[in-house]
């Protein structure tokens, strides 16, 4: 049994606690936040210890793992704490905000023995799977085209947010899953051009990149962060082949907070053939990402989703992008 501490008690934390409840391998045994009220109702919520400070709860405790909910811009301290207490981290995304900070997990993760993972939901999403699976085995052809979409409205479970310099704005904190999985099926980046928005903060929350892999595959992928009132989280992806094309829709509701309630449909069409309309397992994407982990860690194999090397080079893609909206000109990799 893995003894996991669970830094930060908000959305996603709340999330995650939930989650380990339902790993056999799993036992969450601590909750840290500076939000005393919050820390103490999720650790209460969870039947575990809550602690005001990390430190605290990193010297007091004995633990395996320690899962890292904090803001983006805490990530760099506390994930480099955490693997001065010789435990495995699972990181939230985004990683970080800037490539030298990401480095410095790396290398502290591989210096201490330990293993890092950023928690990249969306490669466990069910729906992305079997995309994946599709484009792995060749079912839809050659791809002449990919297209990705993730809108919502502004969180409103945080401040914090709004700050470009704690957040990263849209840009990282939700257009990042999409370049992030897109990496993830086609692998290098030859180029990136990317047209955008700012807020008066200065955050690129509504981007719409185009990203040009080496292998030739080409893709568009739009992120926003400020959709009007009332537009419901809304995720989207087309994969369109010689042979097939497969299309995913998922609508829910504000800030993607009743995902059991959303309306969300995957089809495959095939030249020649009737829609396939996909039966998807439905098990909750926070669930098979940590439960991966965990199990991993239980049976001491590596870790292959999320490398942290590849989120480093993942970040350095989101950069490229950045320096694209700012520059207006396309940016090699």
């Given at each position: 049994m893995?003894r996991?501490?669970i830094m ?10 939930a ?5 056999k391998?799993?036992h ?9 009220e919050a820390?103490k ?12 400070k990390a430190e605290?709860?990193l010297?007091k ?6 899962d890292v ?7 760099e301290?506390?994930v480099?704490?955490?693997?001065k ?12 905000l800037?490539?030298e900070?990401?480095e ?14 950023v928690?990249?939901?969306i490669?466990?999403w ?6 994946k ?6 079912e839809?052809?050659?791809i002449k ?7 919502a ?11 470009p310099?704690?957040s990263?704005?849209?840009l ?9 999985y897109?990496c ?5 980046v030859d180029?990136v051009?990317?047209?955008?928005e700012?807020?008066?903060?200065g955050?690129?929350?509504?981007v ?7 292998n030739g ?14 537009y419901?989280?809304t995720?989207t ?6 042979d097939a ?8 509701g504000?800030?993607?907070e009743?995902?059991g309630?959303?309306?969300?449909s995957?089809?495959?069409f095939?030249?020649g053939?009737?829609?396939?309309v ?5 098990t ?11 199990e ?5 194999e590596?870790?292959?989703?999320a ?5 480093l080079?993942?970040?350095k893609?989101m950069l ?8 207006k000109q396309?940016?090699?990799?």
């Amino acid at each position: 049994m893995l003894r996991i501490g669970i830094m930060g008690a908000g959305f996603i934390g709340a999330q995650h606690a939930a989650a380990y409840a339902q790993i056999k391998d799993a036992h969450l045994v601590a909750i840290a936040d500076l939000n005393i009220e919050a820390g103490k109702k999720l650790a209460k919520e969870n039947n575990c210890t809550f602690y005001e400070k990390a430190e605290d709860m990193l010297s007091k405790e004995k633990l395996d793992i320690v899962d890292v909910c904090l803001p983006t811009f805490l990530h760099e301290k506390y994930v480099l704490l955490a693997f001065k207490h010789n435990v495995h981290v699972l990181c939230e995304k985004p990683f970080t905000l800037t490539y030298e900070s990401a480095e410095k997990m790396v290398e502290a993760a591989e210096k201490a023995g330990k293993t890092l993972m950023v928690g990249q939901v969306i490669r466990f999403w069910p729906e992305y799977v079997r995309a994946k699976e599709f484009v792995d085995a060749g079912e839809l052809g050659t791809i002449k085209m990919v297209t990705m979409s993730r809108l919502a409205q502004h969180p409103n479970w945080s401040t914090w947010h709004r700050d470009p310099k704690k957040s990263g704005g849209g840009l990282f904190d939700l257009h990042i899953h999409d370049v992030d999985y897109m990496c993830h099926l086609f692998g290098d980046v030859d180029q990136v051009y990317a047209i955008g928005e700012k807020d008066r903060n200065g955050c690129w929350n509504h981007v719409l990149s185009t990203i040009t892999f080496k292998n030739g595959q080409r893709a568009a992928v739009e992120g926003a962060f400020e959709m009007t009132e009332n537009y419901p989280f809304t995720m989207t992806m087309r994969l369109v082949g010689h042979d097939a094309s497969y299309e995913y829709n998922f609508i829910a509701g504000f800030n993607l907070e009743n995902v059991g309630g959303a309306v969300r449909s995957a089809v495959l069409f095939k030249n020649g053939a009737e829609p396939e309309v996909q039966k998807i397992d439905e098990t909750d994407a926070y669930l098979l990402e940590l439960r991966y982990f965990v199990e991993q860690i239980a049976k001491g194999e590596p870790v292959t989703q999320a490398l942290p090397r590849h989120s480093l080079y993942v970040m350095k893609v989101m950069l490229a992008i950045q320096e694209s909206l700012e520059t207006k000109q396309v940016v090699k990799i």
